[in-house]
T-cell receptor, first 113, second 110 residues
Framework: GAGVSQTPSNKVTEKGKYVELRCDPI?????LYWYRQSLGQGPEFLIY????????DSGLPNDRFFAVRPEGSVSTLKIQRTERGDSAVYLC???????????FGNGTRLTVT | DAKTTQPPSMDCAEGRAANLPCNHS???????VYWYRQIHSQGPQYIIH???NNETNEMASLIITEDRKSSTLILPHATLRDTAVYYC???????????FGTGTRLKVLA
């Protein structure tokens, strides 16, 4: 069956621009996670959704970052006024219920120039 | 926080067993231990998870100590394709948040 799909796979943007990163989770998975991974580091938790609501957004670094999941399926991570330090791989994962194992997509590599 | 500690790197000869340790001394009584691996340019791939008993699947075996403060992932016959970064993670108590450390970089040598 289809896994977690993330688009685009690569995004290059200029400093100060706005970007949206999309995640299509596995069908039927109610839990959805966003992580960010810098080179040589493990994934860093950003936000967790249970259904449509953001149940835990404690990992979002600042108010330039926002994520939505309006219908409880597809999620979009939005970054305003991008900075060079936002360059990283953004990973999405879904889980049947938040206790079952996470299934990750292959990420979106964001480069801010 | 739910912190795990792993050695930064390990080598293993091809065909031999790879034993990857993880300390999770702050784990609570009803939390699972999960293992993932990540190959360059891909997202982490789920391997196995366990609560108290040892577990085995087609990819690996998981041995959890009786006090649950540590575990070992065993790849019984490592191949070159098992070269990856391996992460063990646990859930932060009272949340659905999972914290990754820097993992163990396993290199399987021909």
């Amino acid at each position: 069956g289809a896994g977690v799909s993330q688009t685009p796979s690569n995004k290059v943007t200029e400093k100060g621009k706005y970007v949206e990163l999309r995640c299509d989770p596995i069908s039927g998975h109610t839990a959805l996670y966003w992580y960010r991974q810098s080179l040589g580091q493990g994934p860093e938790f950003l936000i967790y959704f249970q259904g449509t609501g953001a149940a835990d957004d404690s990992g979002l670094p600042n108010d330039r970052f926002f994520a939505v999941r309006p219908e409880g399926s597809v999620s979009t991570l939005k970054i305003q006024r991008t900075e060079r330090g936002d360059s990283a791989v953004y990973l999405c994962a879904s889980s049947l219920d938040g206790v079952s194992p996470l299934h990750f997509g292959n990420g979106t590599r964001l480069t801010v120039t | 926080d739910a912190k795990t500690t792993q050695p930064p790197s390990m080598d293993c000869a091809e065909g031999r067993a790879a034993n990857l340790p993880c300390n999770h001394s702050t784990i609570s009584g009803n939390e699972y231990v999960y293992w993932y691996r990540q190959i360059h340019s891909q997202g982490p791939q789920y391997i196995i998870h366990g609560l108290k008993n040892n577990e085995t699947n087609e990819m690996a075996s998981l041995i959890i100590t009786e006090d649950r403060k540590s575990s070992t992932l065993i790849l019984p016959h490592a191949t070159l394709r098992d070269t990856a970064v391996y992460y063990c993670i646990v859930r932060v108590p009272g949340t659905y948040k999972y914290i990754f450390g820097t993992g163990t970089r396993l290199k399987v040598l021909a």
